[in-house]
């Protein structure tokens, strides 16, 4: 059995021995309680936190406990069952996530009713945020308890940072209070819109466009803004013109895990913004809200384009290496962003998107490619658009809006491309491509490509202004592959991808060296996570860890500081 109360007495001996350890990791236990364990709070306990949040405590639930045993309710399990691979039942819910890879198959909705579910991975409990009072209450809760801290905003993350066995977690999702300001400060004057930390890119992308404004955001329209995407770096069909989602924060409003309120700007707890645009998310502090530069909106124009492998080999991957080589001419026209993906037997233009332009420029833009593509005798489809909006544009190439169609039945894992890979080693990177999307038939690998400028001359700010990885500036696309699998298979074949996803984005790291990753769709399992995440920010994010979250109560895979955390056989996260 697990010790519960560990070396209590050895501590007194220990210390004087070993004064390079804190007082506090010698008299706490070493391990975060488990629900199983001894020193888990009772119930009492769990009630008198619930009261002291005005009742805003809920208990943690498999989705598809109704799939299974005592609750088992067929009226219920049937919609979750359908939904099980959208995105759609997982961000309205406090602890459940997207990512099948830790959800994994503790409680599946195609296994028997008689078969277990459990939590698994997810938080026991979750506390609905309604207002930084709630969230001091829980951090000092959790400290006071030993207990394991979350956040969960959309619960999108793939990296398993959104989740974390017998955790509190803080649910951000409810704060959805969105305003304008005419904002002032010494690096910009301008409009702003200044959103709660639940709030989703469909939710601002709407608000904003309904005054005549519009802001980056990602191409999924369920993402959280303020939450992962933008601590990440954040990238979307509008970065090529005004930058990654962290190049526009004006101000996030957090709470440490010391209790501390803050304001954090480029003038206010400096250190704080900048590690908290790129530097990861669930890592610095907990955000209540974020402000944002908006734009002026005005003409978009599109383009989508497909064309398909029908037997010349040859042909087909000549045109996907023209792509590449067009891309960076794409580079050089202001405002261009292009989003695509290929297999061995289909490329497709997602979107392509040209702000404040007409279509004829999207169009003179493309015609070099398009008469490359009638040489090569490869058969397509394409279109330019034009739409008076942002957000007309998005939505005439983002289907089912507002949530979209995003699945969840995949797996992602990536690199970014610099344009020196491209430019000079094209024939390796074309080699790496076609072995990856051609040497599993049973589950094709798809290579997908976000193709944006983002150089500081193009954002229009400096390499301090914010943590993103400073590889990002130099790459000319961020490349991420995606495989698909059914849910209702043996989870082994979902590890075996993971094991596969890796051994391609190693591939892609060997021609890219001192490159990078973008860490919002890289992989958790990465061994060198520190510089291919986070590179020469590293030392500094970690020091800025140290200084607003000193017990690193805040801890998720492949995060800054993460290492001081290791997990032990039954899932505690315990000091490594
Ligand atoms: C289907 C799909 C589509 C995607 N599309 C895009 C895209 O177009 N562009 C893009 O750049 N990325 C995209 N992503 C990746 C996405 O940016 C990351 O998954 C991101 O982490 C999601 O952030 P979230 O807050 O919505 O999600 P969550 O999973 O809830 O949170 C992610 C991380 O942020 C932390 N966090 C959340 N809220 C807070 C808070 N208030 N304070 C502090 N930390 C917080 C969490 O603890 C966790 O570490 C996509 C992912 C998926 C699965
Ligand atoms: C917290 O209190 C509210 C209101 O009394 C109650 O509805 C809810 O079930 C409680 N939560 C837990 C986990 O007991
Ligand atoms: C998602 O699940 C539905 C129903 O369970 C299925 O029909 C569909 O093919 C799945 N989508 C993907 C992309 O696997
Ligand atoms: C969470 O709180 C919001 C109000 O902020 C309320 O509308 C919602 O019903 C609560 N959700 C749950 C699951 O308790
Ligand atoms: C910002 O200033 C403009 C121009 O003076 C004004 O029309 C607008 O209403 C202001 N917006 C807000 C949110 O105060
Ligand atoms: C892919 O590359 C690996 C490693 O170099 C090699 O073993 C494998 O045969 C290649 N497969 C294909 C289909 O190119
Ligand atoms: C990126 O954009 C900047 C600013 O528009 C431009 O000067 C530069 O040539 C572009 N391409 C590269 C590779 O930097």
Redesign the pocket.
């Known amino acids: 059995m697990y010790a519960k109360t560990p070396l209590l007495v050895a501590a007194t001996l220990v210390l004087p021995f070993a004064s390079a350890l804190p007082l506090e990791d010698s008299t706490k236990p070493a391990c975060r309680y488990l629900p199983v364990d001894a020193g888990w709070p009772s119930p009492r306990q769990w009630s008198a936190f619930n009261q002291s949040i005005s009742g805003r405590l809920i208990v943690g639930k498999p989705l598809a406990e109704s799939c299974h045993g005592d609750s088992f309710a067929a009226s219920t399990c049937a919609p979750i069952r359908e939904q099980y691979n959208l995105t759609d039942p997982y961000f309205p819910d406090p602890v459940n996530v997207m990512s099948p890879l830790f959800l994994r198959d503790s409680c599946s909705p195609y296994t028997d009713p008689s078969a277990p579910c459990t939590l698994g991975n997810l938080a026991s409990y979750a506390v609905n945020v309604s207002r930084a009072e709630d969230v001091k209450a829980a951090v000092k809760f959790v400290k006071e308890k030993n207990i394991r801290l979350t956040i969960k905003n959309t619960g999108h993350d793939y990296l398993g940072r959104s989740t974390g066995k017998g955790s509190l977690a803080l649910w951000t999702h409810n704060l959805k209070e969105i305003s304008?300001?005419?904002y002032t400060s010494p690096q910009y004057t301008g409009?702003a819109i200044k959103i709660g930390a639940g709030v989703q890119a469909f939710e601002a992308y709407g608000a904003a466009y309904e005054r005549g404004f519009r802001l980056t955001g990602g191409y999924c329209p369920t993402v959280g803004l303020a939450g992962g995407w933008v601590s990440g770096g954040g990238t979307g069909a509008l970065a090529s013109l005004y930058g990654l989602g962290a190049d526009n924060t004006l101000e996030f409003e957090v709470v440490t895990t010391e209790g501390k309120q803050l304001v954090t700007s480029p003038t206010k707890n400096s250190d704080l913004f900048w590690a908290l645009n790129g530097g990861g998310g669930g890592t610095y502090a907990v955000v209540i809200s974020q402000t944002i530069k908006l734009h002026a909106d005005g003409p978009v124009a599109g383009a989508e384009l497909s064309f398909s492998n029908t037997g010349d080999d040859k042909a087909y991957w000549a045109a996907v290496e023209a792509w590449q080589k067009q891309l960076l001419v794409f580079d050089t026209i202001r405002g261009l962003n292009t989003f695509w993906g290929f297999t061995d037997k289909l490329f497709e233009l997602y979107f392509s998107t040209l702000p404040d332009a007409e279509e004829a420029a999207i169009a003179a833009a493309f015609s070099p490619f398009i008469d490359t593509l009638k040489k090569l005798g490869v058969k397509y489809t394409y279109r330019t658009t034009s739409n008076p909006t942002y957000y007309e544009h998005f939505a005439q190439y983002t289907p089912g809006l507002p949530y979209g169609e995003y699945t969840t039945n995949n797996l992602l894992g990536g690199r970014l491309i610099s344009r020196s890979a491209v430019r000079d080693n094209l024939p390796k990177l074309m080699a790496a491509f076609r072995n990856i999307t051609t040497k599993n038939p049973t589950h094709p690998f798809r290579v997908n490509g976000i193709a944006n400028n983002v150089t500081h001359a193009r954002v229009g700010n400096t390499p301090s202004s914010n943590s993103v990885l400073p590889q990002w500036r130099d790459s000319l696309y961020w490349l991420n592959m995606d495989v698909y699998f059914d849910l209702d298979g043996p989870i082994s074949v979902v590890d075996n991808l993971q094991k596969e996803l890796n051994v391609n984005q190693d591939m892609l790291k060997a021609l890219t060296p001192g490159g990078g990753s973008y860490v919002n769709e890289a992989t958790y399992d990465n061994p060198a996570w520190k510089v291919d995440y986070w590179g020469a920010n590293y030392a500094k994010l970690l020091a800025v860890k140290q200084k607003y979250d000193p017990s690193f109560s805040l801890y998720g895979p492949a995060s800054v500081g993460s290492d001081h955390w290791k997990s032990d056989a039954e899932g505690r996260l315990c000091k490594a």
């Open positions: 304008f300001t005419n409009p």
